[in-house]
Every structure is written in C-alpha cells, then in structure tokens.
C-alpha cells in the first residue's frame, strides 16, 4: 500500500500506535523496534516513543545503555511531558546518532527514570492525569505520520496514558499459558480506557516467538485464533522465534552496522502490510 494511500486516511495529524502486553518476555518490544523501523524503511516519518523504564527499546535504537545515556544528559519522556517545555527539545533525531537511528525516524527515549511518572505529573501540576501524553504529542509539529509507543509490560498509570494517547493498539501475544490468560485482561484494560478514549481500536494480535517445534504452542495458537472473542483481532502473520531476529536487540536495525538487519525483520513485513489495511479500514 502507497504512502499517500494510508497518509491520506490519517486525516492531518499523526496516527499513534501503543505496542502492548501486561506480560514479560513476549516479544513486545521486539515487534515496536521493527513496526517503527519498517515504517521509516516505507517512506513514514516516525516518531518512536519509549514509555517502558526497562528502556530496550531506546537501547536498541542508540546503541547505548540507558544509565550511559542518563549520564550523558539525555532526559527523553519524563522530561517532555512538562507543560512547560518544548518536547522537540528531548529527541534524539537521525542526525545525532546516524549510525544506529533509521532514515524518517526520531526517538524519545526511556529510562529508569521514567518509573517515577507519577511523581512528575505532581512536580509539573498537571491536571488531567489521563492525558499527560496525549497532550504532549500534540504539541509536536505534524509533520509526523506514526506514533509508535512501546509500553512497559504492567497495568500502570503510564499504560492509560499510552492507551488515551493512541489511535490503534498492537497486542503481542506468546502463545503459552500465562500469556493466553493475561489477552483477555488486556482487552478488559483497552475497554476500560475506551471510555477516556472512545477512539481507540484494537488492531489486532500479533502471535510472537513462535516455535514450531513445541506442540503446547500450536496448541494456544489454535485457542486464540479459534477464540469466539479474540480470534477476529488475530493478524494471519506468526512471529517465528529466529537467531537473527534476535540479535537486532544488540546489533540494531541499520544494514550498515548489522548485515542481518534485513533477514531479521523480514518475517515482520506481512504483518506492517496487514496492520496498514486495517488502519486504512478504520
């Protein structure tokens, strides 16, 4: 699908995705890394947020770790959100860190101190506690077409504002037991923060770290795709768990510092090509 084909449904302001999974270890952060590469890679100017204080997400994207990077003076989102400060200010853009940033593609990042989310919204005497990032997005210029925003794995007030801020949601799910149980209270959260936020869509599910070998796997596949409720958000993609796709954690998306870039995001192209017709649709 073209670029001016999605762009032209987005009406004139960016369209915001949250990347979630009130459970661990699911492959979350993975799938918002490339999402957000794959969309730069198309021709989209990208705006990546990290609300998550474990900060893979920045640390993928910069090569550095976030303590390194806090003592480096970068403040990213916790500073952002103060009504009082031009957000543009914290971005970490293409030009800075050329290396490791995709083309189309800028980055606030997170870190430990994004645990502390809470507190700054008292700090900086900000009213509507639901709004906090949706507000600060706003304030960017438009120049943007994709938000995407990797979340924290944990129900928390930064999981709602994320969720008021977002047009769509992307739900990654590990086809194993406690991930199974944890989809439903995760679409139980998305009706919840529906009524702050009655535009907010769930895109789909998007099956992750599959492998093929276990039986068990197949197993919850076939459970929530099968689903009376879920199925119908089940993209038809399935994230195979591979070496390469793996190591773009520490090798990072960019060809010209990773030769496998590509290889490990590959898999990931029929699901962008889905999620792009459902935002379209919508």
Known sequence: MSRSAVKKSLLKKPYVISVICQKGGVGKTTCAIVLSTLLASMGYKVLGLDVDQQGNYTETFTGISIRDLRLDGYLGVIYAINPAEDPREFLVKENELSD?????????????????????????????????????IARFDTDYDFVIIDTAPALSPMLTNALVASDGVVCIYQPEKYCYSAMFSLFETIREVQAFNPNLKPLGILTALMDGRRSDMQEFVD???????????????????????GRLAYAGVVKRINPEADLGMKQYVPFVKELLERIRKN
Do not use: W
């Open 223 to 245: 459970l929530i795709f099968g689903d009376q409720e879920l199925g119908k958000y089940c993209f038809k993609t399935i994230i195979s768990r591979k070496a390469s796709t």
């Open 100 to 136: 490791r940033l995709p083309e189309n593609f800028d980055l606030l990042i997170g870190d430990e101190r994004t645990g502390f989310f809470s507190e700054k919204i008292r700090e900086y005497k900000i009213q509507d506690k639901n709004s906090v990032l949706k507000n600060m």
